[in-house]
């Protein structure tokens, strides 16, 4: 881990992420995998759509979430 902020996938953005979207690419990868984007509050919406037509979006969760799961 770092101190560093994660930044919004989006191009040109600078943006702290709030948003991580898990993706796969079934021509690419094997179900499992999980390739993943950051994104801004600005930015979700746009790369989720990205991702969605193309049938590759398989999840969109907090990045604190994601990097602190709850108990489950
Ligand atoms: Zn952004």
Do not use: Y
Request: charged letters at 25%.
């Amino acid at each position: 881990m770092t101190d560093e902020t994660p930044i919004c996938s989006a191009k040109g953005c600078r943006v702290d992420a709030v948003w991580v979207l898990a993706w796969n690419n079934p021509k690419l990868h094997t179900p499992d995998r999980r390739k993943t984007w950051l994104a801004c509050e600005e930015h979700r919406e746009h790369l989720s759509q990205f991702l969605g037509v193309r049938g590759f979006l398989k999840d969109v969760v907090l990045l604190t979430e994601w990097q602190n799961p709850g108990p489950s």
